[in-house]
């Protein structure tokens, strides 16, 4: 309620800064090209909404057509439409908002630096953060460290980029939740993105046991389970990697799907095919009660 | 990623164009009864194998075993790859069969032509197989020449599926007073390859070359030659000049889809012919060949068929063990692709149909699968 009063106060603020800037300055105006308003007839009113919802129109389409096509063709194709969304959205944006300023200011040197004044002085005021995210997001879109289709992790939040607006993106976690995440995030926040604008994302995979069972064993084991899984990309290097805990060993297989998207069903595999193995070696796990004298405080719960 | 994307897009285009033209063009020709097609595709499957692919293997065995005899650093081993779609077994058996005799000596290591009933059992086969001759390879006064022509027969993609394979490399590079005589799908060979290096050991694998029109043409000739083809149509302005030439560029294009293959190539020549009206001369006739379109396909699809062209044929609880499925979860989608006619059960053994073979490599590749070709 408190923060809805404030942000009242400030828009009220800002039209009062708005008219004594705006409103002297056309008064004070002798010509046309000195006013920073242009006239306003019913044709360029017509016009600008007309303009406004064929944007609008434009935006939903580009989101629903290339959502729809994306998923419709091969995988190889998906990131490259996907990708191409903000982009579209922002060509949008920017020839719209490009025709309502030609038809409703005078963008003459002096009045565009009375405009931008004006506009600082409003942004400083109300839509600091709105604008703050806006830039965010644009600097994203060349840094790109998320695009969509992505799969990235976000302070506690974990999923697919699906949605990049002008504020702030969307993410589908695992549950099938979206998250919207505003984009200003990048300004503070470490982001890390699971595959960078490629099909396939590393998933690693852990399994634990006593120091006793023969490590070689385990690791071709877990090897052939990475190969043998029909959702591996081959191409990509596979590595198992091990480490030593008080409570007994861990093994860690890195290794590519093809499709990031499968990076649950495929750690669910390998860990059936793998697991079968094991029961078929009869190989001991590590014993719990050890973890508790663990200096390191890892268990084999917790990896 | 933009240039093979409109490549793939052109290609698509061409392809359905040519469809609907002869879809809209009110063909008065029928396509073959499916009990003529059948009687049609049991002759074909026995012909023997092309005469070009047999020539091939010939002198490529001739040349290798010369120079393993010559030289005893050289290769011991022979690896004829093919397409999963295109059988080699009878390629070498073949060529084995004209090499009978006593100084020849080629002794078939693994007559069998499937897995063993058990999967668990695949690798074992093999691994019996080659300690059954002992562990010294050929027995005294045993020929010192040995085939294996169905390599991709003697695996499957599960923990501990390749180690028959495993332990054939080992023989092969210890035994090199034997010459060996391999034939493998290339889609397996590529597999193991990157599964077990294989190629590393073995670099010299050499893949049966394409058929032009005219050699399949003459592969053929014993199946058309019954059937009295007449020519489609009159000649075109522009077009081939006599009756001659326009079936020359029937073939070529023939061969030109089919990427050379005899399988897919037969797959399609069968699609093509046509059944006249009875009161328009009837007979057959051979229309421009298309390729079938692949009907739409979930991922589940894909991982399906991807392991079906890694092992060439495989029964459906082979299929299931090697995708870590239970059978009944697989069942639905492979009823479903038997019916769109994307693979074929012959006695007991799934497998991909030799005439969607091209679409379906390309679907694969699209999908970022591994493929020989792509």
Same mark, same amino acid.
């Given at each position: $309620? ?34 920073i ?17 064929l ?6 389409? /580009? ?17 490259? /439409? ?8 922002? $060509?949008?944006? /920017? ?7 030609? #038809?409703?200011?005078?963008? %003459?040197?002096? &009045? ?57 993106? #969307? ?5 099938? &939740? %979206? /998250?919207?995440?505003?984009? &200003?995030?990048l ?11 490629k ?24 090897y #052939? ?14 590595v198992?990697?091990m ?14 799907? $093809? ?12 860990? $059936? ?15 719990? #009660? ?14 | 990623?933009a ?21 809209? @063009? ?47 650093e ?7 790859? !093919? ?13 084995? @069969? ?19 009933a058990?999967p ?7 691994? @019996?197989?080659?300690?059954? =001759?002992?562990?010294s390879?050929?027995?005294?006064? *045993? ?39 391999? !034939? ?32 399949? =043409? ?19 302005? !522009? ?11 029937r ?30 001369? !009837?007979?057959? =006739? ?15 699809? =894909? ?40 693979? *074929? ?30």
């Open positions: $309620m408190a923060s809805a009063t404030l942000r009242r106060r400030r828009v009220r603020v800002l039209l009062v800064a708005l008219a004594a800037t705006i409103l002297p300055a056309a008064a004070r105006a002798e010509t046309a090209t000195q006013r308003l242009a006239d306003v007839t019913l044709m360029k009113s017509i016009g600008a909404v007309v303009a406004v919802l944007a609008y129109a434009g935006i939903f389409l /580009i989101e629903r057509l290339t959502g729809w096509l994306s998923e419709k063709v091969a995988r190889r194709y998906r990131l490259l /439409i996907k990708q191409s969304v903000p982009f579209l959205k922002g $060509m949008i944006l /920017i020839v719209t908002v490009s025709y309502l300023l030609d #038809q409703f200011l005078n963008l %003459t040197q002096n &009045n565009l630096l009375a405009l931008t004044g004006t506009l600082a002085v409003a942004l400083g005021f109300a839509f600091k953060d709105y604008v703050s995210s806006i830039i965010a997001g644009v600097v994203s879109l060349f840094e790109a460290s998320y695009r969509v289709g992505d799969r990235v992790r976000i302070g506690d939040h974990y999923g697919e980029v699906v949605g990049y607006g002008l504020r702030s993106l #969307q993410l589908v976690t695992p549950d099938d &939740n %979206t /998250i919207t995440i505003p984009h &200003n995030l300004w503070t926040d470490s982001i890390s993105n699971a595959n960078s604008g099909l396939e994302a590393q998933v690693a995979t852990d399994v634990y046991f006593d120091h006793t069972v023969d490590p070689d064993l385990v690791v071709d084991i877990l #052939q389970a990475a190969y043998s899984s029909q959702y591996t990309q081959l191409r990509l290097p596979i198992v990697v480490e030593e805990h008080l409570w007994g060993t861990q093994y860690r297989l890195r290794c590519y799907p $093809m499709d990031a998207r499968d990076e649950f069903v495929y750690r669910t595999d390998l860990l $059936m095919r793998a697991k079968r193995a094991f029961a078929h070696h009869d190989l001991s796990y590590p014993r719990p #009660q050890l973890a508790l004298l663990d200096p390191a405080g890892s268990s084999p719960a917790e990896g | 990623m240039v093979p994307l409109l490549h793939s897009l052109h290609a698509g285009l061409d392809s359905w164009f040519t469809r609907k033209t002869s879809q809209l @063009a009110d063909d008065p020709l029928e396509p073959l009864p499916r009990e003529r097609a059948l009687a049609l595709g049991r002759r074909i499957e026995a012909l023997d194998g092309p005469a070009p692919l047999q020539a091939f293997v010939r002198e490529a065995l001739g040349e290798a075993i010369e120079a393993w005899r010559a030289d005893p050289a290769a011991n081993v022979l690896v004829v790859l !093919g397409r999963p779609v295109e059988p080699i077994t009878p390629v070498i058996e073949a060529v084995l @069969a004209e090499r009978e005799g006593p100084s020849s000596g080629f002794h078939t290591l693994l007559p069998c032509h499937r897995r063993p058990d668990e059992n695949t690798p074992r086969m093999l691994t @019996a197989a080659l300690e059954g =001759r002992g562990a390879g050929a027995a005294e006064g *045993e020929a010192s020449l040995l085939s294996l022509p169905n390599l991709d027969q003697c695996f499957l993609r599960c923990i501990d599926g390749w180690s028959g394979i495993e332990r054939l490399r080992r023989v092969i590079l210890e035994r090199r007073d034997s010459f060996w005589l391999l !034939g493998c799908s290339s889609w397996a060979w590529k597999f193991l390859d990157h599964v077990s290096q294989i190629s590393s050991y073995f670099p010299a694998a050499r893949f049966l070359p394409s058929l032009e029109g005219s050699e399949l =043409r003459e592969w053929l000739a014993p199946v058309a030659e019954g059937l009295e083809l007449k020519p489609e149509t009159a000649a075109v302005p !522009g077009g081939p000049e006599t009756a001659e030439d326009a079936a020359a560029d073939w070529s294009q023939l061969a030109e889809l089919a990427a050379g293959s005899s399988r897919i190539a037969a797959e399609l020549w069968l699609g093509s012919l046509r059944l006249a009206p009875a009161d328009d001369e !009837g007979g057959l =006739r051979q229309v421009k060949p298309v390729l079938p379109d692949l009907p739409s396909l979930t991922d589940e699809d =894909r991982y399906l068929l991807h392991s079906l062209l890694i092992h060439s044929t495989m029964r459906r609880d082979h299929l299931a063990f090697g995708l870590g499925l239970p059978s009944h979860r697989l069942q639905p989608r492979i009823h479903w692709l038997l019916g769109e006619g994307v693979i *074929e059960e012959t006695a007991g053994e799934l497998a991909v149909r030799p005439s969607h073979y091209p679409c379906l490599v390309k679907e694969l590749a699209n999908n970022n699968f591994f493929t020989w070709e792509a």
